[in-house]
């Protein structure tokens, strides 16, 4: 890693970011990734953008499924974080509680939930940014996980 590269890091863990699973489901199986470079993009139409590591295999998973479900991550699911971050596991679903919610993976606890639809991809470096137009959003508590300066962090209100 050069100078630049390793300057950049430590100035993004600087920057606060949110924590969500992205999943879809292609051919019956569910499927997901941990995301960080998740934001509201518009309102009218209400959309997200979102990135994903091009190494991951994601990007095709989402290509096929077509769709894509956004759960924003409360406050205690660090461990659900990290279990989708991690690429060695053959299914990241085994030890989640989950459902079908408009036919994608619908993590319990989350805090929030967006099913998104007519998904654009466009090239970003080493990642892939996505597009998604919202369709379905709903909330459910108001502690979401944060990543920064290299941790998790309970965002709860008024702290």
Same mark, same amino acid.
């Given at each position: ?23 879809? =489901?292609? /051919?019956? *199986? ?9 934001? $509201?993009?518009? !309102? ?5 953008? #979102? ?9 095709? %998973?989402?290509? +096929? ?8 991550? +409360?406050?205690? *699911? $660090? ?5 989708? +971050?991690? %690429? &060695?596991?053959?299914?990241? @679903? ?11 993976? &619908? !993590? *319990?606890?989350?805090? +929030?939930?967006? =099913?998104?639809? /007519?998904?654009? @991809?466009?090239?970003?470096?080493? &990642? ?9 959003? $709903? ?8 990543? &920064?300066? %290299?941790? #998790?962090? /309970? ?5």
């Amino acid at each position: 890693m050069n100078e630049l590269e390793v300057a950049f890091r430590e100035a993004m863990a600087r920057v606060p970011a949110p924590v969500t699973v992205v999943t879809t =489901e292609v /051919d019956g *199986q569910p499927t997901g990734t941990t995301v960080s470079a998740f934001a $509201s993009l518009s !309102i009218h139409p209400p959309m997200v953008v #979102f990135a994903l590591d091009n190494r991951g295999g994601m990007v095709e %998973r989402l290509r +096929a499924g077509g769709r894509a479900g956004i759960n924003v991550l +409360a406050g205690g *699911q $660090s461990d659900v974080a990290m279990r989708f +971050a991690s %690429r &060695h596991l053959p299914d990241r @679903f085994a030890e989640v509680v989950w459902h079908r919610d408009h036919g994608l993976p &619908h !993590i *319990q606890g989350a805090v +929030a939930w967006l =099913e998104c639809e /007519d998904l654009q @991809f466009l090239p970003g470096g080493d &990642h892939t940014i996505v597009l998604g137009t919202v369709v379905v959003a $709903s909330t459910d508590g108001e502690s979401s996980l944060g990543y &920064h300066l %290299r941790e #998790f962090r /309970d965002n709860r209100p008024g702290t």
